[in-house]
């Protein structure tokens, strides 16, 4: 039997379209580091009109840039960012900075924090991960807990799951005693997915749903709806199509309410494989153009790329082949210039499908074995299972 590997867009921290006759504009959110250097600058100014934005922002989390605006020595700048913002989170925030205030500079811990971070980013995990451990001998509070989030990510980079969900439940149990509602819920979230990854849906349900519960409390809604997208992706796998398509119909509300053109993508991608499994083709190829027309006029490619992937999908079961492999084919420069190793073997797997009925065999059975290596490289059981079998 021949399997087609489609691509759940589903979101995982994070990570959006007003109507589509509507220009869309976007701006990518700003790092810590980033949006620590404009309150600054603002302080600096004195320009509490930029100060009381920036405290507003959910993301980055207010907490991560005061964190780094006291790693920077700057406490009273980080003080006033709390005091520019609102409700019961900057308020502990506000309280928690207080108390950093009488907390000993750790300057190496920090500096290998960054360093760590940095690598990260890149997906030099290994780097990553050994700067992070460096880190972890010395550092306390809140740049304690930002190290194990870190070295969960640069884990599940590594594919040790295990030590991944050990690090993120490390993390999101240091946020509570802190008070940082969020970074136990950031934590959680994580916790999911790799629940998720590994085929414990269960367990990706609860983190999440628990996850959905703070954000909403603490009027995070893009975080929210991110949750929100991805319970309605397990309740879909789960055959509660009702349940599912309620679910996303609220996550893209949510979404279009703060004009988050990243989160409307992807839940229309979601969408669209919802109504692909009630069998609507037609209604299901609308979603993924409109979601993946959206991620390109915000510049995502690689999330265009993986939604073409299930474009290309709805060819096959057509029997349109070759349009199905020049859109399989597509995506896998973009995917190796991205390091996305499982979409990159979907492509190849679905790609050797498609050869097959085309007649060339030798360049099907590269592409399949192309894809097993791969799966088998990350640790994606259910595709290493498909191209075996393939």
């Known amino acids: 039997m021949r399997y087609l590997v489609m691509i759940v867009l589903a979101a995982l921290l994070a990570w959006p379209a007003p109507a589509q006759a509507k220009e869309v504009t976007w701006a990518k959110p700003l790092t810590p580091k980033e949006a620590a250097s404009a309150v600054l600058k603002a302080v600096k100014a004195g320009d509490a009109a930029a100060l009381a934005k920036l405290a507003l922002v959910e993301k980055p989390d ?27 989170a900057m308020e502990k925030l506000a309280d928690a900075i207080a108390a950093w205030k009488e907390t000993p500079a750790n300057p190496a811990a920090r500096a290998a924090f960054d360093r760590g971070t940095a690598a990260v980013e890149k ?15 010395s550092a306390a509070g809140m740049l304690a807990q930002r190290i194990a989030y870190q070295r969960g990510t640069a884990l599940r980079g590594l594919n040790r799951g295990e030590e991944s969900t050990a690090a993120y439940t490390q993390a999101a149990a240091a946020a509570g005693p802190l008070g940082w509602a969020a970074g136990a819920a950031d934590g959680w979230a994580q916790l999911a997915f790799n629940a998720h990854r590994s085929g414990n849906a269960q367990g990706a349900f609860e983190h999440w749903k628990k996850a959905a519960g703070v954000y909403n409390k603490l009027g995070f809604r893009s975080r929210e709806a991110s949750m929100l997208s991805n319970l309605g992706i397990l309740l879909m796998n789960a055959g509660q199509t009702d349940a599912a398509k309620s679910i996303m119909a609220k996550a893209l509300g949510i979404y279009r309410d703060v004009d988050d053109p ?50 290309a999908s709805i060819h096959y079961h057509r029997g349109e082949y070759r349009e ?61 299972a498909q191209a075996s079998s393939n």
């Not at 007649?359 to 099907?364: C, E, R």
Request: charged residues 25%; proline residues 2%.
């Open 123 to 137: 997906k030099d995990y290994k780097a990553g991960l050994a700067q992070l451990d460096k880190a972890a001998k």
């Open 62 to 88: 207010p907490w991560r840039v005061a964190d780094d605006l006291c790693g920077r020595g700057s406490q009273d700048a980080a003080a006033a960012f709390a005091k520019a913002g609102s409700g019961e």
């Open 262 to 311: 990243e989160g409307i993508a992807r839940v229309l991608g979601n969408q669209g494989l919802l109504v692909w499994q009630q069998g609507d083709l037609e209604g299901a190829l609308e979603l993924f153009e409109e979601s993946a027309s959206l991620e390109e006029k915000i510049g995502r490619a690689k999330a265009a790329a993986r939604t073409r992937i299930n474009i």
């Open 324 to 384: 199905a492999l020049r859109m399989y084919e597509g995506g896998v420069p973009i995917f190796k210039e991205a390091g996305d190793d499982h979409s990159l073997a979907t492509a190849y797997l679905n790609a050797g499908n498609c050869l097959r009925p085309l007649g060339q065999l030798d360049k099907s059975t590269a592409y399949t074995q192309k894809a097993l290596d791969l799966f088998t490289k990350v640790g994606a059981a259910k595709g290493t």
